[in-house]
């Protein structure tokens, strides 16, 4: 999509004087998957925060640029892995959260089409309290995608979920993210495998780019050369710094 640029990130950051990642370069590739993984506290989220424009506290001296040459500003959403859903609001007014806070006037068809994609419809009326784990994911996926962003930024959205509504989720974001620049920060080398275009393996000395498997997104769990590239980074978690 023209409207989804690849984007480069460069630099080293600290926080309060302490260091958190030495220069690194990170591309992310347009209109694709690009996953990173690495141990807790390397910085992953640290550079997802700083892509977001969330780094505030953060010293950052580097550069981050897009393939078009424009702003991030208002081309971005992030999903975390927490849903932070308001749980006075049911899921319609979870989804138009965003355009209620900035004033902007709310497409309502287009959030009720949303929450069909997203399978809760039987439970548009319904607040948090109400819906399992994997159904508020998919209220904060469907958040995400009424923002309507090129470029979508990912935060470990689905590690909090059981093993098969964790596959149900990530087909579901394959299909709806079709086209957008999108930067998954992930612990699980399945999940990398399943849905990278570009997969880094990010450590004290850097990232490591890994070769994902020839297939397209999004892959079967079980296909040799899936199961195949968990097990290189898996490996490769383990054995590097």
């Known amino acids: 999509m023209s409207n989804s640029p690849a984007l480069h990130f460069h630099g080293s950051a600290a926080i309060a004087g302490t260091s ?44 981050i640029k897009t393939s078009d040459g424009q702003s991030l500003a208002g081309r971005i959403s992030l999903m975390a892995q927490t849903d932070n859903l308001m749980p006075w609001l049911d899921v319609f007014d979870n989804i138009v959260i965003g355009s209620r806070l900035r004033g902007d006037s709310i497409d309502g068809d287009r959030a009720e089409r949303l929450i069909a994609q997203v399978g809760l419809a ?13 159904q508020r994911q998919r209220v904060a996926l469907a958040r995400t995608l009424m923002e309507g962003r090129p470029i979508v930024l990912l935060d470990e959205p689905f590690s909090a979920l059981d093993a098969k509504i964790r596959a149900e989720m990530q087909e579901l974001a394959a299909g709806l993210f079709a086209g ?26 850097g990232l490591h780019s890994v070769t994902p498997p020839s297939s397209p997104v999004i ?6 050369d899936v199961l195949a590239c968990q097990g290189q980074l898996l490996r490769l978690l383990r054995e590097t710094p």
């Open 20 to 63: 958190i990642f030495d220069p690194l370069d990170l591309d992310i590739a347009a209109g694709k998957w690009t996953c990173l993984l690495g141990a807790s506290g390397v910085g992953k989220t640290t550079v997802l925060r700083l892509l977001a424009g969330l780094g505030d506290h953060i010293d950052h001296v580097g550069s």
């Open 180 to 205: 957008k620049t999108v930067c998954l920060i992930t612990h699980d080398p399945g999940e990398a495998a399943r849905l990278g275009d570009v997969i880094f393996v990010m450590n004290a000395t």
């Open 122 to 134: 039987a439970h548009r009326h319904k607040k948090p309290n109400a819906l399992s784990g994997g």
């Open 219 to 224: 892959r079967p769990y079980d296909a040799p």
